[in-house]
């Protein structure tokens, strides 16, 4: 196919993470009549969000604003929520020829072409989500999140017979879990897609900055003359960052602490200038 006009190539942008990326609480805005609050308000119930309620969610959160300004358009996971691991699984789906478009309800990890995406924006988790194995005493524990074995007794046992503290475990295992990362990020960019990175926790940054490759394309968030190096601090020290501190907008916010409409504003204005900054050719 042939296009007549000069019109310039519209590659996307993807936009990887967990329920922040995906914009968990957002339809709480749309103020449609079909809008529900779950039992507990910072749980994701999916079947009390209408399609209504998710295009409304789709318009606002961080990945639409941010390919609005650049003209072209976003790629996000379909399933709410993820992990560290997820986003490598599900973004190493790159064919020549990706599945159709109506596939992709069928199994909701749809296929991309590395040449239908300019730029991948990773929006770094939890590392405590990742999953983990050990062995002791000739058994297998796992494969489980960090976050629920370090409820296991067994796992004190364990580090105990590997001479390990607490703290020692948590240094490395969270090391390892930024260095799988870069590793992922760089087969990403080998595809010829430039990567800029996200943060959400606090802890990981340090791992992050330390290395020149990851700080390089490592995202800053800017708001209110104040720079942040992480949602976790931008939520913390502005409280209307989160649903559940939005007086602005309602008069009892639903108690969900995922980012506020204002804080994904925020979130895309920062992106948008660090891949201006960077001379990212979208």
Same mark, same amino acid.
């Given at each position: ?5 000069? #019109? ?64 072209? /358009? ?85 580090? *105990? ?22 590793? /992922? ?7 010829? #897609? ?16 330390? *290395? ?6 490592? #995202? ?10 992480? #949602? ?23 108690? *969900? ?11 895309? *204005? ?13």
């Amino acid at each position: 196919m042939e296009i007549k006009s000069p #019109i310039q190539t519209r590659k996307g942008i993807a936009f990887a993470g967990c329920s922040m990326t995906w914009g968990q609480g957002l339809y709480y805005y749309s103020n449609l009549p079909t809008v529900k609050l779950p039992n507990n308000h910072n749980r994701y119930d999916k079947d009390l969000i209408t399609y209504a309620q998710y295009k409304f969610l789709e318009s606002v959160r961080f990945p639409r604003i941010v390919a609005n300004y650049f003209d072209t /358009f976003e790629l996000v996971r379909i399933p709410n929520g993820g992990a560290n691991h997820t986003t490598m699984d599900n973004w190493s789906n790159f064919n020549v020829d990706p599945m159709p478009w109506h596939n992709v309800f069928n199994n909701m990890t749809p296929e991309y072409s590395t040449s239908e995406i300019s730029t991948f924006v990773c929006q770094v988790t939890q590392w405590t989500r990742s999953m983990v194995t050990i062995e002791y005493e000739g058994k297998t524990y796992g494969p489980t999140q960090y976050m629920d074995l370090f409820e296991e007794k067994i796992f004190f046992k364990w580090l *105990d017979n590997n001479k390990l503290s607490l703290d020692q475990y948590i240094d490395r295992v969270r090391l390892e879990e930024v260095l799988k990362l870069k590793s /992922f990020l760089q087969e990403i960019e080998n595809k010829g #897609i430039k990567v800029a990175i996200l943060v959400w926790p606090a802890d990981v940054v340090d791992d992050i900055k330390a *290395d020149s490759w990851l700080n390089e394309r490592f #995202i800053e968030l800017s708001y209110e003359r104040k720079i942040y190096s992480n #949602i976790q601090e931008l939520i913390q020290e502005n409280p209307t960052m989160s649903i559940c501190n939005d007086y602005d907008f309602f008069i009892t916010p639903p108690q *969900d602490h995922h980012p506020s409409l204002t804080c994904h504003q925020v979130l895309a *204005d920062s992106i948008i200038n660090f891949l201006e900054k960077k001379e990212y050719n979208i």
